[in-house]
């Protein structure tokens, strides 16, 4: 036999008539919903046209293109900067941060490293001296680390934060001061001798040992340095910050210890100190005034006696500050241990995490197992650590998912018949959503939309599995071209069947996403429209580059060869065998009788050589009744949609030389149409299905007041790590957060000390605010200035007294009388600034506590300038810090008279402890109480608002719910509205809806029973399933549209057509998904991967059980009915239809197969006055004058001609 033709050429005789746009769809009668549907099915009939005439050069741009973008993932940008990721973007804290860091810079004023213990055994009580040395070790093996970078050995004594370092005049003591001052160790170690090993300076003096803080008692080393130097200034100093002898006044844990000092208040008795007594109240660092720990900053699940003393506690915890990047730097900038190294800020970075990650380790491992305490430890690089391997790609998931979904694919299409197998087709396909991924997130990083962790993590497995549901639906569809389509056209009547599907699902994923856009976070914005991108290219991978694939398959299988192995010949390959009925004559149709059954012989010889004879033989007709059907004789009526069937069977005398399975005759689409239809349609059935999913839309309303809003860190760290073990401890017992309430510029704070002193009295009155010891004034910088003032004050009234201060002179008072003295004859008049005689007249303070406005900058600057150590207890932070000023009590120029005043504040803080802030409530209650504070605050012209952490990441949640509805009603109507344009059908698009905002309710619902919290990710999971419903239903409705008959019968046919790659499509997104089960996060698993795969399932549910029901009861009217009217003329009747059997001869010659064609020809009685038919099936019709003999034409179409295209 001849090789058949290739596509491109007509075949021989190939007359086309003229085509419309919608064969299946008289002229002229068409409603404008119709035509305008058949209008777009035209474009999409030419497209597929023009992309089948040119697949090679369509498939080689294609590749191109897509292969160019995906180049842009070089420039991909991973973000892991919580802030960048969390802070809702331009609301009310992004524009507070973006002050913050305006007058202070991007960092912090330090970084935390912490260290936890805890008990073995729950519950035991860890106020023992045993348990305390236990900690002690850990403590001191971390103190103790070193690291060596640019050949340097870096310790803790050099990077630590140091509060309040003093400038003093004495060279020798200032140097002292320098190796000696202790680094901020927040410890319950500080309550006893043993806090000074933590500290790891020392100084030397001629003739004494190496003094370190084990060993120093500033009281003693004053005294016996008093004789050689002016010390009487930095005496003052220590007297105010209430140093005293420091940590060898304190007890000692081990009073056995050889180094124990003899000033210690147990060193003589040898007695082990009450640990629960010396820690109550807290501890402090080496200044008592300054450096106070509270209890609940060093220990955590406390019991207390009916009359509030300490009893017990469960864990400790020590904190150690180190300083930040920028402060590291400046603090070694010039300093000859970095000349030599080209010092500066990413260097100092790199120390500080070499260190943290020592620190992490050895602390970790400073216990043995088997001892009865456990240490967990902490620190801030460990975070981004997290984030950064949150944030990696894992790219054995990646291959192990897109292998299993190629094999998915592959063996799905694969087929005994190799003229029907679609395997290669279906690795082509899951190969070029691949691509068009990978050049979507390319176009994303050219576009600078950084990625994040659900980038990374989710997306590639999400768009894969979203984006092979359409290649399913193609090649489904491509299989399953009518009867009689010309070859030349195969591509464009499949885009033009499944066309409107893929856009219209494709757009409602895009619009899902972009909506999903809505929610202000950065990480989850960036994630959505990245989706939406994704989606964008997947759609035109597949309606544009995916049809060329099936173009070429096309090719090979009309040239016989092999699936996948495309290079061999098919042993065993069918060939598409139209059969025509030819015109009865004179025989005579009764008047009723509207079904013919018509036998044709046509063999199949299959010789040696692998070549095919066909032979038809003229038909032998008479009437039969119809066979019997699960849903009766309306599935073989004339106005059905089912495909012709064509089969092989085996000869009965001999077995044919080819031949199918029996198994390959059963699939889907006959599960669904003598099975799954016939049953889901019976009328009880469909009470049974509406009273479940009424029970399940009942039950998630329930779930849904179940959920609870939340993302705490420890959903997102993996479980079983120590890295969540350290999280889960320090949730427990030490659930503090360090805040801020910040006062801005705008106003004038000299004249509103009052509205700013009431500011923080209603501030430190909410229920989450830690409160100060009693014996303690509030740890502020407004107070702590106020009290100084009142201090020096009170010098300068008995200086005053005693005649060591007079009018003109005041070298013989004391150093805070003399700095009053300064103070006091200020007039803050830059003419006049001098005036003595407000001496006696006027107070620092006045009666109200207030300072005099006049004097307020001036004062500040003093302030600042003399007690370093209040100032850095306060954490103010000025801006404009004010400026240096050294007091000299011996200046006789007077030019030390002249203090400068500093400029207006625009920038300062109040420090404060927020505690029990366990669940999302608390939270919640916390920031809303200080935002109702500082709106109060600006009723009385302050400008002010709250820092930290909790109101960084903790706010989105006064309005994620509003935003979570907003965009899910939005989306919806954006849904009905795409639907009701690309269907023109409302009644169909508000069923669509419903659906989908059931799904939308009960995804929610089963959240709240899986105990999974609403966050922003939840969030755009929930928008994103009302786009990614749209995949399970549009398919089911469009069937059911373009069908006839009854709404039992059109709802069946629907199933019948989407039954097969709608549940391809859902599998294909669950092993799409199946990779994230895999993740070491159990954040992915529980929020992307479960959420994700309930989300898959209630799809399929709803569009293959509930929809359906729904349709077959409320479903809107068929598009096309069958009508009569006056005609002049008999129109041809509709095209095969599975009703009538083409049967055969019981007998076949040798080597010959059988093949039965199924085929329905409806024949109408003799015209009636007024009677015409309006066909709308999607078969093309074919006419008794249209015979081989009449016409010369063995095809059945009435399409016409491929466009031509250039």
Same mark, same amino acid.
């Given at each position: 036999?001849?090789?058949?033709?290739p596509l491109?050429?007509?075949?021989?005789?190939?007359?086309p008539?003229?085509r419309s746009?919608a064969?299946?769809?008289?002229p002229?009668?068409?409603r404008?919903?119709l035509w305008l549907?058949a209008y777009?099915?035209?474009?999409?009939?030419?497209?597929g046209?023009g992309i089948?005439?040119?697949?090679?050069?369509?498939l080689f741009l294609?590749?191109?293109a897509f292969?160019?973008?995906?180049?842009?993932?070089?420039?991909?940008?991973?973000?892991?900067?919580l802030?960048?990721l969390?802070?809702?973007a331009g609301?009310?804290?992004?524009q507070?941060l973006?002050?913050?860091?305006e007058k202070?810079?991007?960092e912090?004023?330090?970084?935390?490293?912490?260290?936890?213990q805890t008990?073995?055994?729950?519950?035991e009580n860890?106020l023992?001296?045993?348990?305390l040395g236990?900690?002690?070790q850990?403590?001191?093996?971390?103190?103790k680390?070193?690291?060596s970078?640019?050949?340097k050995s870096w310790?803790?004594?050099?990077?630590?934060?140091k509060s309040?370092?003093?400038?003093i005049e004495?060279?020798?003591i200032e140097?002292?001061?320098?190796k000696?001052?202790?680094?901020v160790i927040?410890?319950p170690?500080?309550?006893?001798?043993?806090g000074?090993?933590?500290?790891?300076?020392?100084?030397y003096?001629p003739?004494?040992?190496?003094?370190?803080? &084990?060993n120093?008692?500033?009281?003693?080393?004053?005294?016996?340095l008093?004789?050689?130097?002016?010390l009487e200034?930095f005496?003052?100093?220590?007297?105010?910050?209430q140093?005293g002898?420091?940590?060898?006044?304190?007890?000692?844990l081990?009073?056995?210890?050889?180094?124990?000092?003899?000033?210690?208040?147990?060193?003589?008795?040898?007695?082990?100190?009450?640990?629960a007594q010396?820690?109550?109240?807290g501890?402090?660092?080496?200044s008592?005034?300054?450096?106070?720990?509270?209890e609940?900053?060093?220990?955590?699940?406390m019991?207390?006696?009916?009359?509030?003393?300490?009893?017990?506690?469960?864990?400790l915890q020590?904190?150690?500050?180190?300083?930040?990047p920028?402060?590291?730097?400046?603090h070694?900038r010039?300093?000859?241990?970095?000349?030599?190294?080209?010092?500066?800020?990413?260097?100092?970075?790199?120390v500080?995490q070499a260190?943290?990650?020592?620190f992490?380790?050895l602390?970790?491992e400073?216990?043995?197992?088997?001892?009865s305490?456990?240490?967990h430890a902490f620190?801030?690089?460990?975070?981004?650590?997290i984030l950064?391997?949150?944030?990696?790609?894992?790219?054995a998931?990646?291959?192990g998912?897109?292998?299993?979904?190629?094999?998915?694919a592959?063996?799905?299409?694969?087929r005994?018949?190799?003229?029907?197998?679609?395997?290669?087709v279906g690795?082509?396909?899951?190969l070029?959503?691949a691509?068009?991924v990978a050049?979507?997130?390319?176009?994303?990083a050219?576009l600078?939309i950084?990625?994040n962790?659900?980038?990374?993590?989710v997306?590639?497995?999400?768009?894969?599995?979203?984006g092979?549901d359409d290649?399913?639906?193609l090649a489904?569809?491509?299989?399953?071209?009518?009867?009689g389509?010309?070859?030349?056209?195969?591509?464009?009547e499949?885009l033009?069947?499944?066309?409107?599907?893929?856009?219209?699902?494709?757009?409602?994923?895009?619009?899902?996403?972009?909506m999903a856009?809505l929610?202000?976070?950065p990480a989850?914005?960036?994630?959505?429209?990245?989706a939406a991108?994704v989606?964008?290219?997947?759609?035109a991978?597949?309606?544009?580059?995916?049809p060329?694939i099936l173009?070429l398959?096309?090719?090979?299988?009309?040239c016989?060869r092999l699936?996948?192995?495309?290079c061999?010949s098919?042993?065993?390959?069918?060939?598409?065998?139209?059969?025509?009925?030819q015109?009865?004559?004179d025989?005579?149709v009764?008047?009723?009788?509207a079904?013919?059954?018509?036998?044709?012989?046509?063999?199949?010889?299959c010789?040696a050589?692998?070549?095919h004879?066909?032979?038809i033989?003229?038909?032998?007709?008479?009437?039969?009744?119809?066979p019997?059907?699960?849903?009766?004789?309306?599935l073989?009526?004339p106005?059905?949609?089912?495909?012709?069937?064509?089969?092989?069977e085996e000869?009965?005398r001999?077995?044919?030389?080819?031949?199918?399975?029996?198994c390959?005759?059963?699939?889907?689409?006959?599960?669904?149409?003598?099975?799954?239809a016939?049953?889901?349609?019976?009328?009880?059935t469909k009470?049974v299905?509406?009273?479940?999913?009424?029970?399940?839309?009942?039950l998630?309303?329930?779930?849904a &007041?179940?959920v609870?809003?939340?993302?705490?860190l420890?959903?997102?760290?993996?479980?079983?790590t120590?890295?969540?073990?350290f999280?889960?401890t320090?949730?427990?017992?030490?659930?503090?957060y360090?805040?801020?309430?910040?006062t801005?510029?705008g106003?004038?704070y000299?004249?509103s000390?009052r509205?700013l002193?009431?500011?923080h009295?209603?501030?430190s009155s909410?229920k989450a605010?830690?409160?100060?010891?009693?014996?303690q004034?509030?740890?502020?910088?407004?107070?702590y200035?106020r009290n100084w003032?009142?201090?020096?004050?009170a010098?300068f009234?008995q200086?005053?007294a005693?005649?060591?201060?007079?009018?003109h002179?005041?070298?013989?008072?004391?150093?805070?009388?003399?700095?009053?003295?300064?103070l006091?004859?200020?007039?803050g008049d830059a003419?006049e600034?001098l005036?003595?005689?407000?001496?006696?007249?006027r107070?620092?303070v006045d009666?109200?506590?207030l300072?005099p406005p006049?004097?307020?900058?001036v004062?500040l600057?003093?302030?600042?300038?003399s007690?370093?150590?209040g100032?850095?207890?306060s954490?103010?932070n000025?801006?404009?810090?004010p400026?240096e000023?050294?007091?000299?009590?011996?200046?006789?120029?007077?030019?030390?008279?002249r203090?400068?005043?500093?400029?207006?504040?625009?920038?300062?803080?109040?420090?404060?402890?927020?505690?029990?802030?366990?669940? &999302?409530e608390?939270?919640v209650?916390?920031i809303?109480?200080a935002?109702?504070?500082?709106?109060?605050?600006?009723?009385?012209?302050?400008?002010a608002?709250p820092?930290? %952490?909790?109101?960084?990441f903790?706010?989105?949640?006064?309005g994620?719910?509003?935003?979570?509805?907003?965009?899910?009603c939005i989306?919806?109507?954006c849904?009905?509205?795409?639907?009701?344009?690309?269907?023109?059908?409302?009644?169909?698009?508000g069923?669509?809806?419903?659906?989908?905002?059931?799904?939308?309710?009960?995804?929610?619902?089963?959240?709240?029973?899986?105990?999974?919290?609403? %966050?922003?990710i939840?969030?755009v999971?929930l928008v994103?399933s009302v786009g990614?419903g749209?995949e399970?239903?549009?398919?089911?409705?469009?069937?059911f549209l373009?069908a006839?008959g009854s709404?039992?019968l059109?709802?069946?046919?629907?199933l019948?057509h989407t039954?097969?790659?709608?549940?391809?499509?859902a599998?294909?997104?669950?092993?799409?998904?199946?990779?994230l089960?895999?993740?070491n996060?159990?954040?992915?698993?529980?929020y992307f991967?479960?959420?994700l795969?309930?989300l898959?399932?209630?799809?399929?549910?709803?569009?293959?059980?509930?929809?359906?029901?729904?349709?077959?009861i409320?479903g809107?009217?068929p598009?096309?009915?069958?009508m009569?009217?006056?005609?002049?003329?008999v129109?041809?009747?509709l095209?095969?239809r599975?009703?009538?059997?083409?049967r055969?001869?019981?007998t076949l010659?040798q080597?010959?197969?059988?093949?039965t064609?199924?085929?329905?020809?409806t024949?109408?009685p003799p015209p009636?006055p007024?009677?015409?038919?309006?066909?709308? %099936?999607e078969?093309?019709?074919? %006419?008794?004058a249209?015979?081989?003999a009449a016409?010369?034409?063995?095809?059945?179409?009435?399409?016409g001609?491929c466009?031509?295209?250039?």
């Amino acid at each position: 036999m001849a090789r058949p033709p290739p596509l491109g050429e007509l075949p021989p005789g190939y007359t086309p008539p003229v085509r419309s746009a919608a064969p299946q769809i008289l002229p002229g009668n068409l409603r404008s919903p119709l035509w305008l549907r058949a209008y777009f099915q035209g474009l999409l009939f030419s497209l597929g046209c023009g992309i089948q005439r040119h697949c090679g050069k369509v498939l080689f741009l294609g590749l191109l293109a897509f292969g160019a973008l995906a180049l842009g993932l070089r420039m991909a940008i991973i973000e892991t900067d919580l802030e960048q990721l969390w802070v809702e973007a331009g609301s009310q804290v992004s524009q507070e941060l973006h002050y913050t860091k305006e007058k202070l810079g991007e960092e912090a004023a330090y970084t935390s490293q912490m260290l936890i213990q805890t008990a073995r055994q729950e519950g035991e009580n860890i106020l023992t001296p045993e348990a305390l040395g236990l900690h002690l070790q850990a403590a001191l093996a971390a103190s103790k680390v070193q690291v060596s970078l640019y050949g340097k050995s870096w310790d803790l004594n050099k990077i630590c934060y140091k509060s309040g370092v003093p400038l003093i005049e004495n060279g020798m003591i200032e140097r002292m001061i320098e190796k000696l001052f202790p680094c901020v160790i927040l410890t319950p170690l500080d309550c006893f001798w043993e806090g000074a090993k933590l500290q790891g300076g020392s100084a030397y003096l001629p003739g004494r040992p190496d003094i370190q803080w &084990t060993n120093l008692d500033p009281e003693q080393l004053l005294q016996e340095l008093g004789p050689f130097t002016s010390l009487e200034g930095f005496q003052e100093l220590l007297d105010k910050a209430q140093v005293g002898q420091a940590y060898v006044g304190r007890p000692c844990l081990h009073p056995d210890d050889l180094h124990c000092p003899p000033s210690a208040p147990n060193h003589h008795s040898r007695q082990a100190p009450n640990v629960a007594q010396e820690l109550s109240g807290g501890c402090h660092g080496f200044s008592h005034k300054f450096m106070h720990w509270q209890e609940e900053l060093l220990l955590g699940g406390m019991v207390r006696d009916s009359q509030g003393q300490l009893l017990r506690a469960e864990a400790l915890q020590s904190t150690f500050l180190l300083m930040s990047p920028r402060q590291l730097y400046e603090h070694f900038r010039g300093d000859y241990q970095t000349h030599d190294i080209g010092w500066n800020e990413l260097q100092a970075g790199t120390v500080l995490q070499a260190w943290q990650r020592r620190f992490v380790q050895l602390a970790q491992e400073a216990l043995p197992e088997n001892a009865s305490q456990q240490i967990h430890a902490f620190s801030s690089t460990t975070l981004d650590d997290i984030l950064r391997a949150f944030s990696e790609v894992s790219a054995a998931r990646v291959v192990g998912g897109y292998l299993l979904m190629l094999a998915y694919a592959c063996v799905t299409m694969l087929r005994w018949d190799c003229a029907q197998s679609q395997g290669a087709v279906g690795l082509a396909g899951v190969l070029l959503v691949a691509l068009a991924v990978a050049s979507g997130l390319g176009l994303c990083a050219l576009l600078g939309i950084n990625f994040n962790a659900a980038t990374t993590q989710v997306l590639p497995f999400l768009a894969l599995g979203i984006g092979v549901d359409d290649i399913f639906l193609l090649a489904h569809a491509f299989t399953e071209a009518p009867p009689g389509t010309a070859l030349q056209e195969r591509t464009g009547e499949c885009l033009q069947r499944t066309g409107t599907s893929v856009a219209l699902t494709s757009i409602s994923n895009m619009v899902a996403f972009f909506m999903a856009a809505l929610v202000p976070i950065p990480a989850l914005r960036a994630f959505s429209l990245q989706a939406a991108i994704v989606v964008g290219c997947n759609f035109a991978a597949v309606m544009l580059v995916f049809p060329a694939i099936l173009s070429l398959d096309l090719h090979r299988r009309h040239c016989q060869r092999l699936d996948v192995l495309c290079c061999f010949s098919s042993p065993c390959s069918a060939q598409v065998i139209q059969i025509l009925p030819q015109e009865l004559g004179d025989r005579t149709v009764p008047v009723g009788i509207a079904h013919l059954t018509a036998t044709v012989q046509a063999f199949t010889h299959c010789d040696a050589s692998s070549q095919h004879v066909v032979t038809i033989l003229p038909p032998q007709a008479h009437l039969a009744p119809l066979p019997s059907d699960p849903l009766g004789s309306e599935l073989f009526g004339p106005g059905g949609s089912t495909r012709d069937l064509l089969g092989q069977e085996e000869g009965t005398r001999q077995k044919a030389a080819c031949k199918s399975l029996p198994c390959n005759r059963w699939n889907l689409a006959h599960f669904a149409h003598y099975h799954f239809a016939p049953l889901l349609l019976h009328s009880h059935t469909k009470a049974v299905v509406l009273v479940l999913f009424g029970a399940l839309l009942g039950l998630s309303l329930y779930g849904a &007041t179940l959920v609870q809003d939340g993302l705490a860190l420890t959903d997102v760290v993996p479980r079983g790590t120590k890295e969540h073990a350290f999280l889960s401890t320090q949730l427990r017992y030490f659930s503090l957060y360090e805040v801020a309430l910040v006062t801005q510029g705008g106003f004038d704070y000299a004249h509103s000390q009052r509205a700013l002193f009431d500011l923080h009295q209603r501030f430190s009155s909410l229920k989450a605010v830690l409160p100060p010891p009693a014996t303690q004034a509030p740890r502020t910088w407004l107070h702590y200035y106020r009290n100084w003032l009142q201090g020096i004050q009170a010098a300068f009234d008995q200086d005053w007294a005693a005649g060591r201060i007079t009018l003109h002179s005041y070298r013989n008072g004391s150093e805070d009388g003399a700095l009053a003295y300064k103070l006091l004859i200020q007039t803050g008049d830059a003419q006049e600034p001098l005036d003595f005689s407000q001496l006696t007249t006027r107070k620092l303070v006045d009666k109200d506590g207030l300072i005099p406005p006049e004097l307020f900058y001036v004062g500040l600057t003093v302030w600042v300038s003399s007690d370093p150590l209040g100032l850095a207890a306060s954490q103010a932070n000025f801006y404009p810090p004010p400026p240096e000023w050294l007091h000299d009590k011996y200046d006789t120029t007077g030019e030390n008279l002249r203090i400068p005043v500093a400029q207006p504040l625009e920038f300062a803080q109040f420090p404060f402890l927020l505690r029990g802030l366990q669940k &999302t409530e608390d939270f919640v209650e916390a920031i809303e109480g200080a935002r109702a504070a500082c709106m109060e605050a600006g009723q009385a012209g302050v400008r002010a608002y709250p820092s930290g %952490s909790p109101f960084l990441f903790w706010e989105q949640y006064l309005g994620l719910r509003r935003c979570f509805l907003l965009a899910v009603c939005i989306l919806l109507v954006c849904t009905f509205l795409v639907c009701a344009l690309l269907l023109l059908s409302p009644w169909t698009a508000g069923l669509i809806v419903l659906v989908l905002a059931m799904m939308t309710v009960e995804l929610f619902g089963i959240m709240g029973f899986l105990g999974i919290k609403l %966050s922003a990710i939840p969030v755009v999971i929930l928008v994103a399933s009302v786009g990614i419903g749209v995949e399970f239903t549009v398919h089911v409705v469009l069937g059911f549209l373009s069908a006839q008959g009854s709404r039992d019968l059109r709802a069946a046919r629907a199933l019948e057509h989407t039954f097969a790659p709608v549940t391809d499509g859902a599998v294909s997104t669950l092993l799409g998904l199946l990779m994230l089960a895999g993740s070491n996060f159990d954040f992915i698993v529980r929020y992307f991967f479960v959420v994700l795969a309930i989300l898959t399932l209630l799809g399929l549910l709803h569009g293959l059980v509930l929809l359906p029901v729904l349709l077959s009861i409320l479903g809107p009217p068929p598009e096309v009915v069958q009508m009569y009217k006056e005609s002049p003329e008999v129109p041809s009747p509709l095209a095969p239809r599975g009703g009538l059997r083409w049967r055969m001869s019981p007998t076949l010659p040798q080597s010959f197969a059988r093949v039965t064609a199924s085929m329905t020809v409806t024949l109408h009685p003799p015209p009636l006055p007024g009677a015409y038919i309006h066909p709308a %099936s999607e078969e093309p019709t074919w %006419s008794p004058a249209t015979t081989p003999a009449a016409s010369g034409s063995s095809s059945l179409s009435s399409r016409g001609p491929c466009p031509a295209t250039g």
